[in-house]
């Protein structure tokens, strides 16, 4: 069963460049992943401080894959001194 996720960070103020990078860094190493079905990171037209990273994982095993990662660990011990606010949804594909 697949897994799809959107995360939704808000950078702190003066900090949208540092978070655009650090997130931005994710793309191509989670996209090379085994099991990694989507995975992009979109930044808001209306409010430049919120990043939204949205990504479909094969399987659990796949996600878990991931947050044993190299990238995942470096992004995990550095966007918190940027980022104001983030939250984790999960999201059903309609059929």
Not at 83 to 88: G, L, R
Request: charge should be negative.
């Amino acid at each position: 069963m697949t897994i799809t996720k959107s995360v939704t960070f808000i950078a702190k103020e003066g900090n949208e460049s540092k978070m655009k990078e650090l997130l931005s860094a994710m793309v191509v190493p989670s996209k090379a992943e085994e099991g990694c079905l989507f995975y992009e990171i979109f930044q808001y037209e209306n409010d430049r401080r919120r990043f939204m990273a949205v990504e479909t994982w094969e399987n659990e095993a796949a996600l878990d894959g991931h947050k044993a990662s190299s990238h995942y660990a470096l992004y995990k011990s550095s966007y918190e001194p940027f980022c104001e606010d983030k939250y984790t949804d999960e999201l059903e594909v309609l059929k």
